[in-house]
Structure formats: C-alpha cells, structure tokens
C-alpha cells in the first residue's frame, strides 16, 4: 500500500502544471481523515514550505528509482520511507481502516 501510494503520488507531484484534485484523489485513497485534517491545520498555521509526505519542497519521479520502505522493527505499525532526492526519511504510522490500510500519521 505505501509503495502504490508513494508512486502514484509522486508521479502526480511531478506533472507541471500541478493537478491539485489528483494529488487530492490520492491522499484520500490512502490516507485517514485524520491524519489529512491534522496536515490541513498545519498547512493553514504553520505556512510550511514543504510537503509532508515528501519531507522535500521539491518533487521529480527520478526519486522513485531509490524509493525504500521498511518496515520499522521497533515499533508496530511504523514504517521508515526514503528515497534519494528527500531530506530525511518519513516515519509513517499505519493503521488498518474499514478492512483497508491507511496512513494515519507522520511521525
């Protein structure tokens, strides 16, 4: 789920003019309601400058070729995303919803 997420999220991200509505659709399908109402207020509040799930201002699909996720063995639920182009890695809680897993936080 977060490999099909991050790719097809990516792969929108990197479309000049920006789909604002797909990177929207993708987002929905993936993520919690909460974890995007939490990202809203902090877009709102806190004027970030970067994206949260890429932890980069910038995005290009090159980064999909160093894309790793693992799982992370000390914590359930928690999975340590990164890529070559991204500042960090992102930690990213999981939880199962409605039968279908989604990411519900950024750690």
Known sequence: ???KFYTS???ECSIV???FEKIDSIKNKYCTTNLLNKNKEL???QEL???LFLNAQDCTNLS???LTI???STKNNVYVV???YGDNPIRLFVIKENGIYKIDAIL
């Open 1 to 3: 789920m977060l490999y």
């Open 9 to 11: 999220y990516i792969n």
């Open 17 to 19: 003019p920006t789909n």
């Open 43 to 45: 877009y709102e509040t």
């Open 49 to 51: 400058d970067y994206d």
């Open 64 to 66: 999909l070729k160093t």
């Open 70 to 72: 693992q799982k992370d």
């Open 82 to 84: 990164s890529y070559s």
